[in-house]
């Protein structure tokens, strides 16, 4: 194919099948979970805000990990939906990259927060007696507003170098505009552009995992000194929450953007993009109300409050206040 610059005429998306028989079950599919997104966010923020016992600084920043989880949801599903309802994927040259730069910017300041919660679950565990004073709400308030800018300075680096790139193709093999799927349609040797993608990629990535690695080191350190097993085991169930939401969002950022470009595959990463940017967003929320007790509890006092669960919690004996 002769070669010719596409940069100013938009891209085609190839979505997420190219089988005409899947576009119903992932309609339905992608409907559903965003639709559960957006509803489990919402039922932890407005937990966070109406219950006191939750204005804490750890449930502060999982009120602002909430809200950025329903806009990166929101960045790619909608248009998505969209495709595979109209069959019409096309995205303006502008479109794509507004959404290459929000998706960049918003997936990374997910990570910077669960950075900044594991720094919260150190203080707690580590350092109680100067709780106060290092996660005050200056502070938090400081480190979330340090992160955005981070993050958007990170995200306008790869807009600016992946727009400016100049394109032989219209169609990228993706469900939404990321920085490897327009490599892959260039018309010049991106090397150069990988390289950065993977060393400037690393810091911004890799810094806020290994210092939630290394607040945990410690937090596990301080926790095998305690003498009864029932302290070890509570202390413990209140980082689990946090540990699971880590695991599942590094492994498949880790796979998607730091591997050899030769082990890129369409398929693949269209599977591994929906985890981080669909089904760990919507599974946030019940992870942390079903492993964290006082999100637990706090739902069971607004279910009791209305009085739906009331005589259920009276049969059984318990109080939705001693779990």
Known sequence: MESRNLTMEGFVLLGLSEKPNLRIPLFSFFMTAYGICILG???ISALILTQNQLHTPMYMLLGN????DVWLASIT????????LSRNNDISFHGCFLQLFFFHAVGNMDSFLLAIMALDRYAAICQPLRYSTI???RMCICLIASSWLIVCLHSTLFTIMTSTLPFCFSIVHHFFCDVPALLMISCIDTTDRQLVVFIEGSLIVMGPMLFILGSYTLIIRAVLKLRTSCGRRRTFSTCSSHLTVVIIFYSSVIFMYFRPSSLYSPVYDRVVSVTYSVLTPMLNPFIYSLR?????????RVIQFKGNEGERWTQKGESPTNI
Do not use: H, I, Y
């Open 77 to 84: 599903v909608p248009k998505a939906l969209s495709g595979l």
């Open 135 to 137: 996660m005050s709400k």
């Open 41 to 43: 966010n919402a039922l």
């Open 65 to 68: 990990l909430s809200l950025v």
């Open 292 to 300: 964290n007790k006082e999100v637990k509890a706090a739902v069971k």
